[in-house]
């Protein structure tokens, strides 16, 4: 598959990205945050215009620039990328839900810096769980909608990897659901990935590999399968 492509399968087609990694502030100066760079949302988002769609991208901190084309909402909490995808979602054909969203944030969010003579030595912070938006949107979209989830594992066995895949792809009741091995030399910050892409019943639909572009495009031609198959 080369760089330039033709065909307009999304035209038409309002497509939801969302990419990055949300932070979740402690304090003025200081917040919980996670190494997702927002490359393969932000190639995701991009083969969409490409390909014909409209496409809000909702931008978490990324670190890569937004090509044209492309309508961005910028949040930064994980709460609020849930208030922005919500939104984004009505009206859309499909949801990508590329980001790294932080599953937990701090309790309190102070006024003025922690400060070391305060705390001591140690330090400990009490976080509560953030809602999971992915299976929020599952449960609240329109029939035809089509979504898709990703998933981030350190699993290093394929087996186990599948299995874990399979169980998330079950829970969170998505279309399709990316599995993603993800390490600290994997997954982030570089310009190539590997992915499965597995269907609502955690089956295996197709492995994908190569710069994180192609690989957007190889979960694109699913998605537009499933649009077809919707629409006929
Ligand atoms: N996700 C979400 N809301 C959250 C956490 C995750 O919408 N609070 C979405 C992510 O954007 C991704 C998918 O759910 O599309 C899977 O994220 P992942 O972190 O792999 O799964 P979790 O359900 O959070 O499970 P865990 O981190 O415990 O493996
Ligand atoms: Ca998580």
Do not use: C
């Amino acid at each position: 598959r080369g760089p330039t492509r033709i065909t307009q399968d999304l035209a038409g087609r309002r497509v939801v990205v969302s990419a990055g990694g949300t932070r979740e502030p402690l304090d003025p100066v200081r917040f919980l945050g996670n190494r997702s760079s927002g490359r393969q949302g932000v190639a995701v988002a991009e083969a969409a215009r490409a390909r014909g769609a409209s496409v809000v991208l909702v931008a978490a901190h990324l670190e890569v620039p937004v090509p044209a084309g492309i309508e961005v909402v910028q949040v930064s909490t994980a709460l609020e990328l849930q208030v922005a995808v919500t939104a984004a979602m009505s009206g859309a054909d499909v949801v990508i839900m590329a980001a790294a969203v932080a599953d937990y944030r701090p309790a309190e969010v102070r006024n003025e810096k922690i400060k070391k003579e305060e705390q001591g030595d140690t330090l400990s912070l009490e976080l509560v769980r953030n809602p999971d938006i992915l299976a929020g949107l599952a449960e609240a979209r329109a029939p035809g909608l089509v979504l898709v989830g990703f998933a981030a594992e350190t699993e290093r066995d394929d087996a186990r990897l599948l299995d874990l895949g399979r169980a998330k792809a079950l829970r969170k009741g998505t279309d399709l659901l990316v599995l993603n091995r993800v390490g600290w030399n994997e997954g982030f910050a570089t310009e190539s990935n590997e992915v499965i892409v597995l269907d609502a019943t955690g089956d295996k639909v197709v492995e994908a590999s190569g710069s994180k572009s192609s690989v957007a495009n190889g979960i694109l031609d699913i998605v537009a399968s499933l649009l077809v198959r919707d629409s006929r």
